[in-house]
């Protein structure tokens, strides 16, 4: 007697499982909100706490005073953060890696000093004075870069050596006077005037507009990009709902600094860097080296990265930048001297940089984060002023949003480790 077995149907493979980052969103504001509370809960906070703390900066100080919100305070605003903030973004480039460089504030003095005395005591033409100098800060950068990648000397102990020498370097160079003056209708003076003339009202909107058509088409391209290799996109209604938040933005800066006086240069050069620093660390492999490094060195080498190459070139990046920041600090102040990037400048870049997001533990940040760092730090600094603090109270206040920005960094980092992130 035979018994007949009734064949069962093979189980179903599971689905595989599938990263929540990668997933496209549901359309509308359900899945949103679905989104959002997601990133919270896993750490995954962006640049959502920059972003509430400069609304409460601008909200208390605006109670206080009655007037940081006017056009004129807000437009000062913009042109102060291109100094600092390039130097910012130089800062983020090292922390990718992990790393940090100490000497920034005494690169961008020397880089000032350097191209005053060509330029002025010696005669020589200002565009190639700036060209020598910013060349002498990429070199000084190259020599840290080697110092750390191929001798091994840690880059705290290279780059605090490179503060002290640097800065000697720029008393050396200015002399007994200590104090250089930019020629008033010169390159470095007229760093610090509006985009193609004062009052011009076209050139604050044209930006506005060319700002929000660069970022809708790259999110439009990066979607279509994404959908052509089989990837999940992001939907046109999302795309359509960030570019208009973004417009939103730039039109309303557009408008309070159309009240003043225009387009101030300084903030044109400052976000065209901070765009650029982006590109290069988003869309280049390059980019990708780098954050590959700052998130593990030997898996880096071990996939055919140049290690020493990528840190000697970041560092070469920061230097060059702080550089180019010194210029602008030097033309705020109308001239070169020995105090120029002393004080909190190294501090209030590096603050800026870790205040807008990027991790003091490298592979994770961005260049905007420079940006709206900077922005908190002007912020506070200028609402402080405007209020009569004294200087004391405005450092004690910039290290405590500092230290919050760094607490909240390794709550993040420890959060997204507990959901398997890390």
Do not use: C
């Amino acid at each position: 007697m035979t018994t007949e077995t009734t064949p069962t149907a093979s189980p179903e493979p599971a689905p595989p499982a599938v990263d929540p980052r990668l997933l496209v969103r549901k359309e509308g504001l359900a899945g949103y909100f679905e989104e959002f509370t997601r990133k919270i809960r896993s750490g995954e906070l962006g640049s959502l706490p920059v972003v509430i703390g400069l609304i409460i900066i601008a909200a208390i100080f605006q109670v206080k005073t009655g007037s940081f919100l006017n056009a004129e305070n807000l437009t000062n605003i913009t042109k102060w953060i291109a100094g600092p903030g390039l130097i910012a973004v130089g800062v983020v480039f090292v922390l990718l890696l992990g790393e940090i460089d100490l000497s920034l504030g005494s690169v961008a003095g020397a880089t000032a000093a350097i191209t005053s005395v060509l330029a002025v005591r010696q005669g020589m033409n200002e565009w190639l004075a700036i060209l020598v100098a910013i060349a002498s800060a990429i070199a000084i950068g190259a020599l840290h870069g080697y110092f750390f990648a191929k001798i091994g000397v840690p880059a705290f102990v290279v780059t605090l050596a490179g503060m002290l020498a640097w800065n000697g370097l720029q008393m050396l160079v200015l002399g007994t006077l200590g104090t250089v003056n930019n020629p008033n209708d010169g390159v470095i003076a007229n760093l610090d005037t509006y985009f193609l003339g004062d009052g011009d009202i076209i050139w604050a909107w044209l930006f506005a507009v060319v700002t929000i058509v660069l970022f809708g088409g790259g999110q439009l391209l990066d979607s279509r990009r994404r959908a052509a290799a089989g990837l999940p996109a992001r939907p046109l209604s999302e795309i359509a709902l960030r570019t208009g938040a973004i417009a939103v933005v730039v039109l309303v800066v557009a408008y309070m600094l159309n009240q003043d006086s225009g387009l101030p240069l300084p903030l044109v050069i400052f976000v065209g860097i901070v765009a650029l620093g982006d590109f290069v660390l988003r869309r280049t492999s390059y980019g990708r080296q780098i954050f590959a490094v700052g998130g593990g060195i030997e898996a880096a080498r071990r996939s055919g990265i140049n290690v020493a190459w990528v840190r000697i070139s970041v560092y070469m990046i920061s230097a060059g930048l702080a550089g180019f920041g010194g210029l602008f600090i030097a033309s705020q102040q109308g001239s070169a001297d020995k105090a120029l990037g002393s004080g909190n400048v190294l501090m209030s870049a590096i603050a800026a940089a870790v205040i807008g997001g990027t991790s003091l533990f490298g592979g994770r940040g961005k260049t905007w984060s420079a940006l709206l760092g900077i922005l908190v730090i002007q912020s506070i600094t200028t609402g402080l002023d405007m209020v009569r603090a004294q200087q004391a109270i405005q450092y004690m206040i910039t290290g405590a949003v500092l230290l919050a920005a760094v607490v909240l960094d390794s709550v993040s980092r420890r959060t997204q480790k507990s959901h398997g992130r890390g």
